[in-house]
């Protein structure tokens, strides 16, 4: 069977470092294409995948109407319009997170899938996070009794604003900020884990005095009766531990991030690396009784099965990895979140 035929739209931080290594060590993928103006992000194109063509503008890639999927690596503002773009072509379609700008926005890209009959998904990578995976073997294990409050955290001290970086300086309406960043991984996490959201408080800020949101606070009721308490910041001097769980019979704690990005940041590669995703001991868990501790043993991380899925899917073999159904409702949290942050008040979600 021949492979699949991928173009990504965008060859920055995550078309370069996170898309196109994980495509080149799917089975059954091909890197075919790949868009970007930037003379620089060209020549690495052609040095990191000679294979690939390049094209210049999401417009040359329409016309050469030859690729079995497209995946939209851009700044979050062209996230929505890309994404409806080739679904209107009839091309399967991979968003990076954020999805969209709103939930209304969101809604459309999906509802657009839907009525197109296109795949549609969203690149939700750190589902597959070594933590992550580590927690929910506990929670079939129910190691850790009933769960009533879950804190996730991605938190980094960058005091000064990287003036090169768009996340950092573009307006949270057009697509910048930490909340709809690392944010969107946090709030997905947590409503895989513990379900839907009931009501959002959030506190989001911008500390550095720039355009973009740079510390926020975001906390869920679910509908489960677990509280979450979600922070994504770069203002933070002294960083709290990755996650810490707590239940009726035990607490799961680790300090450390996942380190698939480290590596794909280092060159390494996951079809090359036998050891890829799996944490060293110095940096697994904890099962805490009070005073009493275990290390717990770290599931491997694992980004690939993200593409390993959509491969899948794309064959009629599974449904996507990520339902499109579950960044609406991300945006949704994320929506409510600004409200209650504007507004000072918990904001109620309906169903």
């Known amino acids: 069977m021949a492979d699949l035929r991928v173009a990504i739209i965008g060859y920055g931080l995550a078309g370069r470092l996170f898309h196109a290594p994980l495509i080149a060590a799917t089975e059954g993928l091909s890197l075919a294409t790949v868009v970007t103006s930037d003379p620089t992000r060209q020549a690495q194109v052609a040095d990191?995948?000679?294979?690939?063509r390049v094209a210049a503008t999401p417009a040359e890639l329409w016309g050469l109407a030859d690729?079995?999927?497209?995946?939209?690596?851009?700044?979050?503002?062209?996230?929505?319009?890309?994404?409806?773009?080739?679904?209107?072509?009839g091309v399967a379609v991979v968003v990076d997170k954020p999805m969209a700008l709103t939930a209304v926005e969101a809604e459309r890209v999906a509802a657009a899938s839907e009525e197109a009959g296109v795949l549609?998904?969203?690149?939700?990578?750190?589902?597959?996070?070594?933590?992550?995976?580590?927690?929910?073997?506990?929670?079939?294990?129910?190691?850790?009794?009933?769960?009533?409050?879950?804190?996730?955290?991605?938190?980094?001290w960058r005091p000064v604003t990287d003036a090169e970086a768009w996340r950092e300086t573009t307006p949270p309406e057009r697509g910048g900020g930490q909340l709809l960043d690392l944010g969107s991984h946090l709030v997905d996490q947590a409503l895989v884990l513990f379900g839907?959201?009931?009501?959002?408080?959030?506190?989001?800020?911008?500390?550095?005095?720039?355009?973009?949101?740079?510390?926020?606070?975001?906390?869920?009721?679910?509908?489960?009766?677990?509280?979450?308490?979600?922070?994504?910041?770069?203002?933070?001097?002294?960083?709290?531990?990755?996650?810490?769980?707590?239940?009726?019979?035990?607490a799961f704690v680790i300090q450390g991030v996942d380190s698939q990005e480290d590596a794909l940041r280092?060159?390494?590669?996951?079809?090359?690396?036998?050891?890829?995703?799996?944490?060293?001991?110095?940096?697994?868990?904890?099962?805490?009784?009070?005073?009493?501790?275990?290390?717990?043993?770290?599931?491997?991380?694992?980004?690939?099965r993200f593409y390993e899925l959509l491969?899948?899917?794309l064959r009629?073999?599974?449904?996507?990895?990520?339902?499109?159904r579950d960044a609406v409702a991300t945006m949704r949290v994320l929506d409510a979140a600004r409200l209650s942050a504007a507004s000072s008040t918990v904001v109620a979600l309906t169903p």
């Open 311 to 313: 491969a899948a899917a």
């Open 120 to 156: 549609l998904t969203v690149f939700q990578n750190r589902r597959w996070d070594s933590d992550l995976l580590t927690l929910v073997r506990l929670l079939s294990e129910r190691r850790l009794g009933q769960v009533f409050r879950y804190e996730s955290r991605f938190e980094r």
């Open 48 to 52: 990191e995948h000679p294979s690939a």
């Open 266 to 304: 280092a060159g390494r590669r996951p079809n090359t690396d036998p050891d890829w995703g799996a944490e060293p001991e110095s940096h697994w868990g904890r099962l805490v009784r009070g005073e009493d501790s275990s290390p717990v043993a770290s599931e491997r991380g694992n980004w690939p």
């Open 316 to 324: 009629g073999e599974g449904p996507p990895p990520v339902d499109p």
């Open 67 to 89: 690729h079995d999927l497209v995946v939209v690596a851009t700044p979050n503002d062209a996230h929505a319009p890309l994404a409806l773009a080739a679904i209107d072509r």
């Open 196 to 250: 839907p959201a009931t009501s959002v408080y959030a506190e989001v800020d911008s500390r550095r005095g720039g355009a973009a949101d740079d510390d926020a606070f975001v906390a869920l009721s679910h509908e489960g009766g677990v509280i979450s308490h979600l922070r994504a910041s770069a203002t933070t001097a002294a960083p709290g531990p990755r996650l810490r769980v707590l239940g009726s019979e035990a």
